[in-house]
């Protein structure tokens, strides 16, 4: 083997209710921008030049506040270009997920959940 390629990629943990409902107002804003979740990604495991070897998944959490969670959101490149008045829409569709969730309303600190997905590749001779 001369060669290995590995795809990474830190995706929300969408097994969470809470965290599907964030991601689907993310997705309804998403438009064409190329995304992990798209899937056209996958068309790697049919590619001649490459031989799949291994794919693993790690779940683990992002701690914090939950104007981070608000913060994260507004952050994503095709929110941030959002005139400030659909922001503001993003900003209390997230923040209305989290005063209606009694595993996050009232907390300091909250476990946002990401699985790390790992999928490695040999280059063929």
Partial sequence: MDGALALIWNVRD???RWVAAFSRIMDTYAGNTPRQ????????FDDARFRH????SYPFSQP????????R???TSFVAVLPEDEQNIVRAKVKGIIER?????????????YVTELHLFGKKN
């Fill in 14 to 16: 969408d097994r969470v």
């Fill in 37 to 44: 979740s798209s899937g056209k990604w996958r068309i790697i």
């Fill in 53 to 56: 070897l291994a794919s693993r």
């Fill in 64 to 71: 914090m506040p939950a104007t981070g969670i608000v913060d």
């Fill in 73 to 75: 959101a507004l952050s």
């Fill in 101 to 113: 969730d009694p595993l996050l309303s009232d907390r300091d600190v909250i476990e946002f959940p």
